[in-house]
Nanobody, 129 residues
Framework: QVQLVESGGALVQAGGSLRLSCAAS????????MAWFRQAPGKEREFVAG???????????DYTDSVKDRFTISRDNAKNTVYLQMNFLNPEDTAVYYC???????????????????WGQGTQVTVSS
């Protein structure tokens, strides 16, 4: 069993930055695909960013268009933690951000909510204008 705990959410002004963390316990996530999703009030949960595992030094990453060049996903396998660095935040980024993990996702399916087995409880990000 894998437990995921997100942290780092806060109230921030537009143009500001935050770094979210997702700490895992129960199993090492070295070979898991990890992702961040978000859900705004009244909207469906949507993919934000994902990173797959790699036996080498390069992880494949993917971002939804609205966060490209602003958000960066990274992982520290030694700490069993995934991060989401968010820069140039705007009010449209306001949402609950969820961390997700799965051991068997192909890169082509990295954006699919239904593919992920493990989820955290979420952390609130609020961006004021």
């Amino acid at each position: 069993q894998v437990q995921l705990v997100e942290s780092g959410g806060a109230l921030v002004q537009a143009g500001g930055s935050l770094r979210l963390s997702c700490a895992a316990s129960g199993r090492t996530l070295r070979s898991f695909t990890m992702a961040w999703f978000r859900q705004a009030p009244g909207k469906e949960r949507e993919f934000v960013a994902g990173i797959n595992w790699s036996a080498g030094t390069t992880n494949y990453v993917d971002y939804t268009d609205s966060v490209k060049d602003r958000f960066t996903i990274s992982r520290d396998n030694a700490k069993n933690t995934v991060y989401l660095q968010m820069n140039f935040l705007n009010p449209e980024d306001t949402a609950v951000y969820y961390c997700a993990a799965d051991p068997a996702i192909l890169y082509a399916a990295i954006r699919r909510t239904s593919e992920y087995v493990y989820w955290g409880q979420g952390t609130q990000v609020t961006v004021s204008s």
